[in-house]
């Protein structure tokens, strides 16, 4: 089996959950790099087609070296484009978007939106792992009409991450500063007692008071957690 980082194995279990066992679809994993989502999709049984898309060509040539080494080569695909640029969407796709800037993310979720129809979108499950401006991502998706499924967190290699399942659904809403912060699903397990969670919400207070002197956002956020703390 293709061994993940801590990292990957969270992303990896946010795809778990999103993919059906019985009737394995195509995993499509947009920044591709060395391909080892892919790998291990194929290796569980949780795709029966991976597609693998990079912006760049070397990494890409990784990610089909890969797959090709595991075995994988006739049941995968690698392109050089942008997001998903030229991939069209099907329903049943588990899109994986990790390890890639905030904002980078927003603009790939944007195009897909303009170029699949919202029938295909809402029958398309997302997993994102921003690496930044996880509440720009938030805000986002909740104005664009995406619903949070659930959302995970990691320790690895004395970093915190987070990744998020999410789908669109049409339905906008408005955040809170602090569920976009902290987010929405978080919150929710944070207050039924996750330790997990309150681990990660102590590293991030830690993170805000020094970011809330330059954003107003994440300064509104951590009042309102500060009061909610407190009731
Ligand atoms: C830090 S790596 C993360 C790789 C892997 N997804 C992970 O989480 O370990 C980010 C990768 O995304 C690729 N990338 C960045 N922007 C992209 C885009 N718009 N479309 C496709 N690939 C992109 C980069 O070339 C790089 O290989």
Redesign the pocket.
Known sequence: MQILTV??EM?LEQVRKACNKDVPGRVI??????G??GVRCLEEGLADTVIC????KA?AQKSADALEEAGFGGRSEVYV???LKGVPLKEGDVV?I???GGL?II??LTRALKDNGYHVMENVTFVL?P?KSNEIVRNYLAKTGFVFEDESVCYDREIFYNCMRVVFKGICRTLTDEEACYGPVLLNRYNNGDKEVADYFAHLNSLFEVRQRSNPVIRSALEERKRNECQ
């Open positions: 990292r990957l992303v994993d947009v920044g591709s790099d060395h080892y989502i898309t990079e912006i760049h990494p484009t942008d997001g994986v990790a390890g890639m980078n603009s790939i792992q690496q």
